[in-house]
């Protein structure tokens, strides 16, 4: 999912080093969210748009902040 995601926003293959911390923090993100749901629920109801409720909140937040990551990062703003 990260890589697909990456390869979304950038256009591009991501790197086996830069996939490493990623993953790691999918994890880190996925066990804080599965410690405190309420987190996960106040995450997801931001925005325009409600979470599918048939998705595991916990790891639809993480994977969420993942991709915040990756649309913040220097890659796709300096996009050309």
Same mark, same amino acid.
């Given at each position: 999912?990260?890589?697909?995601?990456?390869?979304?926003?950038?256009?591009?293959?991501?790197?086996?080093?830069?996939?490493?911390?990623?993953?790691?923090?999918?994890?880190?993100?996925?066990?804080?969210?599965?410690?405190?749901?309420?987190?996960?629920?106040a995450l997801l109801?931001q925005g325009a &748009?409600?979470?599918?409720? &048939?998705? @595991?909140?916990?790891?639809?937040?993480?994977?969420?902040?993942?991709?915040?990551?990756?649309?913040? &990062?220097?890659?796709?703003? @300096?996009?050309?």
């Amino acid at each position: 999912r990260i890589a697909f995601g990456f390869k979304r926003a950038t256009g591009r293959d991501i790197e086996p080093a830069a996939l490493k911390p990623l993953v790691a923090g999918v994890a880190k993100r996925l066990a804080e969210f599965k410690a405190k749901p309420e987190e996960a629920t106040a995450l997801l109801a931001q925005g325009a &748009s409600k979470a599918d409720a &048939s998705l @595991n909140a916990a790891e639809l937040a993480a994977y969420t902040t993942i991709a915040a990551t990756l649309l913040n &990062s220097d890659e796709w703003i @300096n996009k050309e």
